[in-house]
């Protein structure tokens, strides 16, 4: 497919990012795809993910080939004063300048919120921190640690077994997004008022916002949630369930799904019991009603029941590897991967019907762009 070569509706954004590893690379991607002009800033050694290996391609690490296309790359070792000139005349162009040292790092160097308010006030300067910049500043941001610190590894895993991180660093994503949404409220602020201002971001506030449901039923509701497996705290049937040869999905999110599962299934009379007629008694009555789902899931395979359920308009689906998600999204039209040069990347999420992401560049090599950015800058190499 020949890709769209539009500026983009962040056209004419320069961001100067000196994040590293993911939730900055990420969201700095993001706002990459949408037409910004992105300057990635990494250290002599390179971003740290450049080496985290396997698995590779061309001797890249896989993990910072999915969240850096877009960007130009220069190196520049902040404790050398000629690249920190040339820091410092990044940081008075840029429109956006974005960093995830621990906070106060930047400080030594000229580049803390203060000294780039100083260089233009109209910069939108958003710090990314594990812990904020108050009494968790000297917290290391691993999302690990958050993972297990805000509580969302007591939720995942067997009631009965230990508890599990989630397969990506989910709050790293989800930080990196939330970055953007700041950026971007802020750069509509600072057009409506000419002002930038300091954003921040952390991965602890992150992930209790993320988990919603679950620390809500805390805070609001004074129940602290436990594991619970692939069953949901508050909606059954909503889980994989065992049919005649393996898993299905299988969820009846309100009373007319559940009515419909019923019948397909063959039990129409289960919709009328009064033990399972509303959300809330199939809930507390859940050890008694799975029993009879899985009797009845147990007659066919999980490919037929697959078949069966979505022509009833009921949610389900199989357990896929990675592989086959991609593969999913491919015969459903959405064209997940796009090929920037030889490098295959996944595909930008967003849809826009005007100004649609765009994929100009592959990864930058380190310093691909060095030359040439301290050229524009008008400080070149000594």
């Given at each position: 497919?020949?890709?769209?070569?539009?500026?983009?509706?962040?056209?004419?954004?320069?961001?100067?990012?000196?994040?590293?590893?993911?939730?900055?690379?990420?969201?700095?991607?993001?706002?990459?795809?949408?037409?910004?002009?992105?300057?990635?800033?990494?250290?002599?050694?390179?971003?740290?993910?450049?080496?985290?290996?396997?698995?590779?391609?061309?001797?890249?690490?896989?993990?910072?080939?999915?969240?850096?296309?877009?960007?130009?790359?220069?190196?520049?070792d902040l404790k050398d004063p000629a690249d920190l000139e040339v820091a410092h005349a990044l940081s008075g162009k840029a429109d956006v300048f974005i960093q995830n040292f621990k906070p106060g790092g930047l400080r030594?160097?000229?580049?803390?919120?203060?000294?780039?308010?100083?260089?233009?006030?109209?910069?939108?300067?958003?710090?990314?921190?594990?812990?904020?910049?108050?009494?968790?500043?000297?917290?290391?941001?691993?999302?690990?640690?958050?993972?297990?610190?805000?509580?969302?590894?007591?939720?995942?895993?067997?009631?009965?077994?230990?508890?599990?991180?989630?397969?990506?660093?989910?709050?790293?994503v989800m930080t990196g997004m939330h970055s953007v949404i700041g950026i971007l409220a802020a750069l509509h602020h600072r057009d409506e008022t000419g002002e930038g201002q300091h954003i921040e971001t952390n991965l602890l506030s992150t992930a209790l916002s993320s988990l919603v449901n679950q620390t809500s039923a805390y805070v609001a509701g004074g129940v602290v949630p436990t594991r619970?497996?692939?069953?949901?705290?508050?909606?059954?049937?909503?889980?994989?369930?065992?049919?005649?040869?393996?898993?299905?999905?299988?969820?009846?999110?309100?009373?007319?799904?559940?009515?419909?599962?019923?019948?397909v299934l063959g039990h129409p009379e289960w919709a009328d019991d009064p033990r399972f007629d509303t959300v809330g008694r199939r809930n507390d009555n859940r050890e008694l009603l799975r029993p009879l789902l899985l009797e009845a899931l147990s007659a066919r395979s999980a490919q037929d029941w697959f078949g069966v359920l979505t022509e009833a308009g009921l949610p389900c689906g199989p357990i896929n590897s990675v592989q086959g998600g991609v593969e999913l999204a491919e015969r459903l039209g959405l064209q997940p991967v796009v090929e920037i040069g030889d490098v295959p990347t996944v595909r930008n999420p967003i849809r826009f019907s005007a100004t649609p992401p765009t994929y100009r560049s592959a990864p930058p090599e380190l310093d691909e762009h060095g030359d040439e950015i301290r050229e524009w800058l008008g400080v070149p190499r000594a």
């Open positions: 497919m020949t890709e769209d070569k539009s500026a983009g509706p962040l056209s004419g954004v320069l961001v100067a990012d000196f994040s590293r590893v993911l939730a900055g690379p990420y969201a700095t991607m993001l706002l990459a795809d949408l037409g910004a002009d992105v300057v990635k800033v990494e250290g002599p050694a390179g971003d740290d993910t450049r080496g985290w290996v396997p698995p590779t391609r061309d001797g890249v690490g896989t993990y910072y080939l999915s969240v850096n296309r877009n960007k130009r790359s220069i190196a520049l030594r160097f000229g580049l803390d919120y203060d000294a780039v308010r100083a260089r233009n006030e109209r910069t939108i300067y958003c710090s990314i921190s594990g812990f904020g910049s108050a009494g968790g500043a000297k917290l290391p941001g691993y999302d690990l640690l958050v993972q297990g610190m805000s509580g969302l590894m007591s939720l995942t895993g067997d009631p009965d077994g230990t508890p599990f991180r989630a397969g990506i660093s989910v709050f790293d619970m497996g692939n069953a949901h705290l508050s909606l059954f049937p909503y889980e994989p369930l065992r049919t005649g040869d393996g898993d299905l999905i299988v969820v009846a999110g309100n009373n007319g799904q559940f009515r419909r599962l019923a019948e």
